[in-house]
């Protein structure tokens, strides 16, 4: 499995934007051979899916209740999967998770917490 580490979280305000990073490391592991996800989990509620890109990046596909907003990018030069999150609005707010797919297999990051202010 691959091990995922994201950064990018804090405190932001309404209409603000926000840039999450999600390295993968693994020994022997190639990152370039995962298609990789982004998910988030506010309080009380389930963990929600909110878009994907494939091994090569060229294709992505977002949830209705980000698309036009969040951006979905990856470099597999650097083994790091983005989420450009613009226009942020307080439902925003939750732990936001990266998640990587090979087959059957599933790694998730530790998540990091994003809280948007009215």
């Known amino acids: 499995q691959l091990q995922l580490v994201e950064s990018g979280g804090g405190l932001v305000q309404a209409g603000d934007s926000l840039r999450f990073s999600c390295v993968a490391s693994?020994?022997?592991?190639?990152?370039?051979?995962?298609?990789m996800g982004w998910f988030r989990q506010a309080p009380g509620k389930a963990r929600e899916f909110l878009g994907a890109t494939i091994k090569s990046g060229s294709s992505t596909y977002y949830a209705d209740s980000v698309k036009g907003r969040f951006i979905i990018s990856r470099d597999n030069a650097k083994n790091t999967v983005y989420l450009q999150m613009n226009s942020l609005k307080p439902a925003d707010t939750a732990v936001y998770y990266c998640?990587?797919?090979?087959?059957?297999?599933?790694?998730w990051g530790q998540g990091t917490q994003v809280t948007v202010s009215s």
């Open positions: 693994g020994s022997g592991r190639t990152f370039s051979n995962y298609a």
């Open positions: 998640n990587a797919i090979r087959g059957p297999t599933t790694s």
